[in-house]
Nanobody
Framework: QVQLVESGGGSVQAGGSLRLSCAAS????????MGWFRQGPGKEREFVAL????????TYADSVKGRFAISKDNAKNTVYLQMNSLKPEDTAVYYC????????????????WGQGTQVTVSS
C-alpha cells in the first residue's frame, strides 16, 4: 500500500505561516482526491482542504478559506498545504489522506492516512 508521510509541522506565533507537505511513496498511487484533515485537543477530526486528482478542483473548510491553500506536484507525488495568518484555533495534528473514489469532505471516505504532523499556534 502507498504510504503517506506528512512533514512541515511546528510551532509558530499567531499570524505566522507554515507549509505542510504530504509525500506518497511505495507504489502506484491512484486516487480521486487528496485531503488535509486536522484534530485538535479534545476535538473530532475535521476537514480542512482537498484537491482533486486533476488539480482542477479544490475545496476548503470555511474556517480556513482565504488563509490556507492546497496544491500538488504530480512529479513529486506530493501534496502541500500552505497555511497563512495562522490562529491559535488552528492548533491541531494535521493529517493528509487519500480517497480512492470520492471527493467528499467526510473523512470516512478516505482510506489511506499519514501519521500526522503537529501544528501549534501560540497567541
Amino acid at each position: 500500500q502507498v504510504q503517506l508521510v506528512e512533514s512541515g509541522g511546528g510551532s509558530v506565533q499567531a499570524g505566522g505561516s507554515l507549509r505542510l507537505s504530504c509525500a506518497a511513496s511505495g507504489g502506484t498511487f491512484s486516487y480521486a482526491a487528496m485531503g488535509w484533515f486536522r484534530q485538535g485537543p479534545g476535538k473530532e477530526r475535521e476537514f480542512v482542504a482537498l484537491i482533486s486528482r486533476g488539480g482542477d478542483s479544490t475545496t476548503y473548510a470555511d474556517s480556513v478559506k482565504g488563509r490556507f491553500a492546497i496544491s500538488k506536484d504530480n512529479a513529486k507525488n506530493t501534496v502541500y498545504l500552505q497555511m497563512n495568518s495562522l490562529k491559535p484555533e488552528d492548533t491541531a495534528v494535521y493529517y493528509c489522506a487519500a480517497s480512492a473514489y470520492s471527493t467528499s469532505t467526510n473523512y470516512k471516505f478516505y482510506g489511506n492516512w499519514g501519521q500526522g504532523t503537529q501544528v501549534t499556534v501560540s497567541s
